[in-house]
C-alpha cells in the first residue's frame, strides 16, 4: 500500500478518473507474482556482473593513451572538493541517461556506444550502478575504475575544478 500525505492525486483505472486534494489518501499497489523487489545490494550485485572492474593501474595506462573516455559521475559539489581524473568528463549519475542518449538535447557528443568508457565515483558503487544503466542504454565497452581517492594514490593525472 501506497500512502501519500497532502498531495494533489491523479489515479486513473478502468477508465475511472480519482482526484482528491489533501488529506491521506491510499493507493492500492500490488507486485506482480514472483517479482523480487530491488535492494541497494541487489541492484549494485547486478550492476558488478555487468560492469567489469578495472585495476588503477590499467586506467592509468588507458589514461596515458587517450582511447578512452572517463567519466566522473560524482556530484560536482564533490568532484569541487577533490578534484577529477584529468579530462574528465563530469556528469553525474542522476543526469547520465540524458547526456548518453542521443536523441536528447543534452546528449554528450564525446559518448559514443561502441568508444570505451571507464567511469569514477568516490567508492565505485555510483559507477557500477552508472555502467550498469549505460549497458542497458547499448553501450558496449564500459569500465569501472572505482573510487577517484584510488586513481590519486596511483598517482593518476588529476586536475582541480
Sequence with gaps: ?????NSFIKFCKNTEKLWQL????????????GFIMKTAK???????????????????????QGNSVFIDV?????????????????????????????ETPFHNK???KDAEIILVCAAGGMAA??????VEMGYTKVLNVGGF????DANGPVESS
Design 129 to 134: 550502478l552508472t555502467g550498469h544503466t549505460l
Design 22 to 33: 489533501g488529506s491521506i489518501f491510499e493507493v492500492p499497489f500490488t507486485f506482480k507474482k
Design 74 to 102: 560524482r556530484d560536482g559539489i564533490d568532484i569541487a572538493e577533490t578534484g577529477t581524473i584529468e579530462g574528465a568528463l563530469k556528469i553525474p549519475r542522476g543526469f547520465i541517461e540524458f547526456a548518453a542518449d542521443p
Design 110 to 112: 564525446a559518448l559514443e
Design 1 to 5: 500500500m501506497i500512502v501519500i500525505y
Design 42 to 64: 541487489s541492484s549494485l550485485e547486478a550492476a558488478n556482473q555487468v560492469v567489469p572492474k578495472i585495476e588503477v593501474n590499467e586506467a592509468i595506462q588507458k589514461h596515458a
Design 149 to 152: 581517492s584510488d586513481w590519486k
